[in-house]
């Protein structure tokens, strides 16, 4: 079973820009999260989707969306990009209370 | 406000020892725990996981210990191998419905490190 994809793995970014990842779950999953990770905030949720509907925000700003797709597959979307925003971002598609993580989107903004 | 917290930045133990890692939570309505496994470049990887209604759970070399009295769970790795090295995530949910979805709070991680 092929596990959490996620594309681009790496990207680099000028301040301003917007930026759009991909992620597609786990065959089977409905559910899909996304977690930020850095160095100084550890992991922190941004948002859940469940059949193409958000379930779940985390607090961060409205420069941070997403949206999930039919078949499950989800994007999430950065606009306005700011060097704070600079991280690894985490897909993770979810059963019985497990989340799957995929490998990750590592965002550079310059 | 930390509601998961993991005290210890990083451990190291010699390899064929036991690694004990820890992790401390406040709130209440947690009632389902997991911990994590994440080398450098990948996502974290599922370990293993327990709930509420248990005090401890073993799978292979791991087993997690659940205190819910003191809001702490601790993770124990025996034997230790060198290819334990990684950071290790304690991670809590809460039920609060059916369809209320899967809302992980992290701790901050513990980079353990296993000398051979």
């Known amino acids: 079973k092929a596990g959490v994809t996620q594309t681009p793995r790496y990207l680099i970014k000028t301040r301003g820009q917007q930026v759009t990842l991909s992620c597609s779950p786990i065959?089977?999953?409905?559910?899909v999260s996304w977690y930020q990770q850095t160095p100084g905030q550890g992991l922190q949720f941004l948002f859940e989707?469940?059949?193409?509907?958000?379930?779940n925000k985390g607090n961060f700003p409205g420069r941070f969306s997403g949206r999930q797709f039919s078949n499950s597959r989800s994007e999430m979307n950065v606009s306005t990009l700011e060097l704070g925003d600079s991280a690894l971002y985490l897909c993770?598609?979810?059963?019985?209370?497990?989340?799957?993580f995929g490998e990750g989107s590592r965002l550079t903004v310059l | 406000d930390q509601q998961v917290k993991q005290n210890s930045p990083s451990l190291s133990v010699q390899e064929g020892r036991i690694s004990i890692l820890n992790c401390d939570y406040t709130n209440s309505m947690f009632d389902y725990f997991l911990w994590y496994k994440k080398y450098p470049a990948e996502g974290p990887t599922f370990l293993i996981s327990?709930?509420?209604?248990?005090d401890k759970n073993e799978d292979g070399r791991f087993t997690v210990f659940l205190n819910k009295s003191a809001k702490h769970l601790s993770l124990h790795i025996v034997p230790s191998q060198p290819g334990d090295s990684a950071v290790y995530f304690c991670a809590a949910s809460a039920f609060v419905g059916n369809n209320a979805g899967n809302m992980l709070t992290f701790g901050g991680g513990t980079r353990l490190m296993v000398k051979p």
């Open positions: 993770a598609s979810s059963r019985q209370g497990i989340l799957f």
């Open positions: 327990i709930s509420s209604i248990k």
């Open positions: 989707y469940f059949s193409e509907t958000q379930r």
């Open positions: 065959s089977g999953h409905r559910s």
